[in-house]
Nanobody, 126 residues
């Protein structure tokens, strides 16, 4: 089971940016699926972004499209979520997951990844 550890969360003002990091256990393949999800208090977990290893596309949630970007550094075994123009409604615990197998990023991918990390808190407030 792949292990991941998220970091980089914190308190940020609306309109500012934050980059979350997700360090994962080392594996031999360079192409793998990446998932980011979040959960706000009293709400269900929702998918934020998913990178598909099968075709290289990324599926972003409607609420973050144009503001959030997935990237990765294979040499550092780390994936990132760059979050720009943050809004109070982005406040949540953010989780990441990686998978060397196929994940359909255009389905309910939150349930398809084998495991998610412990999460990092992001609070957007003035």
């Amino acid at each position: 089971q792949l292990q991941v550890v998220e970091s980089g969360g914190g308190l940020v003002q609306p309109g500012r940016s934050l980059r979350l990091s997700c360090a994962h256990s080392e594996f031999t393949v360079n192409n793998y699926a990446i998932g980011w999800s979040r959960q706000a208090p009293g709400k269900e977990r929702e998918g934020v972004a998913c990178f598909s290893s099968s075709d290289g596309s990324t599926n972003y949630g409607d609420s973050v499209k144009g503001r959030f970007t997935i990237s990765r550094d294979n040499a550092k075994n780390t994936v990132y979520l760059q979050m720009n123009n943050l809004k109070p409604e982005d406040t949540a615990v953010y989780y990441c997951a990686v998978d060397t197998g196929f994940v359909n990023c255009y389905s309910d991918y939150v349930r398809l990844f084998d495991s998610w990390g412990q999460g990092t808190q992001v609070t957007v407030s003035s």
